[in-house]
């Protein structure tokens, strides 16, 4: 857990919600609104949150959320409360998270789980994968191996497919056919790396932490 997990308790839930409940219950952009002093709002997808809100981050960020079982969203997510808002740059920048999340899933996670279905070729050309074209080569061959699993496929061809706020998509059809905690972490890890190559900061913890608390006394009262 993080240090901000020890400073308040907030459970994230998969969803969108109306009103946090009296242990939080949002979303992950949900809380890193409030948490940026933002007036709570119900995120259903990226275009939802404020304009300092990177999209393709964002929309990641939603999709882990929704996918993840609740124990892991408490573990890997709940860092990244503080880290969402800030994040937003310029469309180059933008475009540049989305393919290195993009080629990222591809070398990582679709090479991970290539080898698991005993493709250690497939593997290595996705570990290869340079570029969108790559990664969109790469799809083909996995999708006419007769070994392939559908959850290798999904997430590569989920990949090789998405644009600059699409790399959501395939985290979210890993998980959901996947399900492993490596998995999840790799996820992370990526999205981690994605927020550093532009535009971030960390909100104080302690700062964020009353303006939680408030968040859910307002609704438990309205």
């Known amino acids: 857990m993080s240090k ?8 994230l839930l998969s ?20 948490a940026a002093g933002f007036e709570y709002k119900k995120i259903s997808s990226a275009s939802d949150c404020p304009p300092c809100f990177s999209r393709p981050i964002a929309a990641c ?27 937003a ?10 393919q290195f999340m993009v080629i990222a899933g591809v ?3 679709s090479a991970l789980l290539c080898e698991k279905i005993k493709r250690p070729d497939l593997a290595q050309e996705c570990r290869d994968a340079k570029t969108i074209a790559d990664c969109r080569a790469v799809v083909p061959k996995i999708r006419k191996s ?3 699993a559908a959850d290798a496929y999904a997430y590569a061809y989920a990949y090789a ?4 706020d699409a790399y959501a998509d395939a985290a979210a059809a890993a998980a959901a056919a996947a399900a492993r905690k490596e998995i999840y972490v790799i996820a992370c890890q990526i999205l981690d790396e994605a927020i550093l190559l532009g ?21 438990i009262s309205a």
């Open 4 to 11: 901000f997990d020890h400073i308040v308790r907030w459970r």
């Open 15 to 34: 969803g969108s919600h109306d009103f946090p409940g009296s242990d939080g219950g949002t979303c992950i952009n949900e809380a890193a609104i409030v």
């Open 61 to 87: 960020a939603i999709r882990l959320n929704d996918a993840m079982p609740d124990g892991l969203r408490q573990e890997l997510l709940i860092p990244f409360v503080t880290r969402l808002s800030g994040t």
């Open 89 to 98: 740059d310029t469309p180059e920048m933008e475009l540049k998270r989305g």
């Open 107 to 109: 070398n990582r996670i």
């Open 146 to 148: 007769a070994a392939a």
């Open 161 to 164: 497919y998405a644009d600059a």
């Open 199 to 219: 535009k971030h900061t960390e909100l104080d913890a302690c700062e964020v932490a009353p303006r939680l608390e408030a968040a859910k006394r307002e609704k």
